[in-house]
Each structure stands twice: as structure tokens, then as C-alpha cells.
Nanobody
């Protein structure tokens, strides 16, 4: 199983970016995807998750209304569209995969994040003012 994030970079306040997560070795028809981020000196934070099997899409309060998560099942890709970016969005962003109940618990309750089975290596997003 491999997850590879891409699309990070430097963007100005108020700008937009689209992160991609290429997934191989498991099917997004069954597994859910979560997006997480870790800012310097802070713990990893769950920000969004999606499961096509369970028809679930969730966001943390810190990104709701600004970020949009999606999945392309045919391509086995996940995306995170980020808009109206703020300096506090600066972080390394990770995608992770596991069964839907595990991913939703991690993102919405911020619990057992480290117990997700599959992780990418992350992509850095820097929002400059």
C-alpha cells in the first residue's frame, strides 16, 4: 500500500491550493481517506475525511467552509481543495487511509490518529502574509 501526497507549496493569504493523494494497493471503494496536518511544534490534527462506502464527508471546524474533500474512485485519488488560506493553515499535510469508522473517529474526535494503518509522507503548505 502506498499513499503519495502532492500539490503543496507557497501561497499568499487568501489564496488557494489543491492537494492530491495518489493511492495504490487498496481500493477507495472500501477504505476511507482522511486529511491531517501538523504545524511546527503542534500535534497532528485531523481536518477532513471521506468515505464513499459509507457516504460520509466531514470537516473540522478549523477548515469547514474553506476546504473541500473529494475522491475519484476510478483513479483511486483523493483531493483536498483549499481556499481562503490563512497563515495558521501552514503545516505539513498528510493523507491517510483506513476503514471508515477508524478514519472518522480520528478526524472528528481527534482520537487514535496514530493508529491509522496507512499514511503518506506529507506535503508542505506555507501560507505567507
Amino acid at each position: 500500500v502506498q499513499l503519495v501526497e502532492s500539490g503543496g507549496g507557497l501561497v499568499q493569504v487568501g489564496g488557494s491550493l489543491r492537494l492530491s493523494c495518489a493511492v495504490s494497493g487498496l481500493s477507495l471503494d472500501t477504505y476511507a481517506i482522511g486529511w491531517f496536518r501538523q504545524a511546527p511544534g503542534k500535534e497532528r490534527e485531523g481536518i477532513s475525511c471521506i468515505s464513499t462506502r459509507d457516504e460520509v464527508t466531514q470537516y473540522s471546524k478549523s477548515v469547514e467552509g474553506r476546504f473541500t474533500i473529494s475522491i475519484d474512485n476510478a483513479k483511486n485519488m483523493a483531493y483536498l481543495e483549499m481556499s481562503n488560506l490563512k497563515p495558521e493553515d501552514t503545516a505539513v499535510y498528510y493523507c491517510a487511509a483506513d476503514l471508515p469508522v477508524v478514519v472518522v473517529t480520528a478526524v472528528m474526535l481527534q482520537k487514535k490518529i496514530d493508529q491509522l494503518d496507512y499514511w503518506g509522507k506529507g506535503t508542505l503548505v506555507t501560507v505567507s502574509s
